[in-house]
């Protein structure tokens, strides 16, 4: 997707993003949504959902071997997740470097993991990692029509 801000050609990308169990309990889902809006990126899809057992598995299958993914699943069950795509210049690295590393305690301050987790198991977000990831996720939760279409008034001021 692109759009054009006088002759430039501005290529723009969707990331999905997830607040996890933890970060909803924790009271934390506006405090991400504020970083992702404050740091320019746009909007175009949200909900709330209580995840099946199936879109858990369907979501995390590329781990389905690991040690972890039981547990992993279990906890994305257990408690409402808050459920996003953004979209911006880059935003699927972006989003990434926003959320840092996967273990909290070696994610930098300043990130959304550095600052408010501790436990790899407890991280408090989830953000797409590749192209392909981010458009197999945000088909995975999201059907066409709750994406929203829309223009932000801040687009000339965000970008060149
Ligand atoms: P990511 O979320 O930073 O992309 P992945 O390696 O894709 O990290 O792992 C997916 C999720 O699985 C992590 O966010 C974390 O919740 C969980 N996870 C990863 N490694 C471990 C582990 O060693 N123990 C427990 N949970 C883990
Ligand atoms: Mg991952």
Redesign the pocket.
Known sequence: MAFYIWHKEIILERTFVMV?PDGVQRGLAGNVIARFEAKGFKLVGLKLVSVSRELAEQH?G??KE?P?FG??VEFIISAPVVAMVWEGKGAIASARKL?G??NPLESAPGTIRGDFGVD??R?LI??S?AEETAKSEIALWFSEDELASWEPCSTPWLYE
Do not use: P, Q
Request: proline residues 0%; glycine residues 12%.
């Open positions: 996890k995390y590329v781990h690991r972890f547990s992993l959320i590393a996967t790899i198991g991280n989830h953000g990692d």
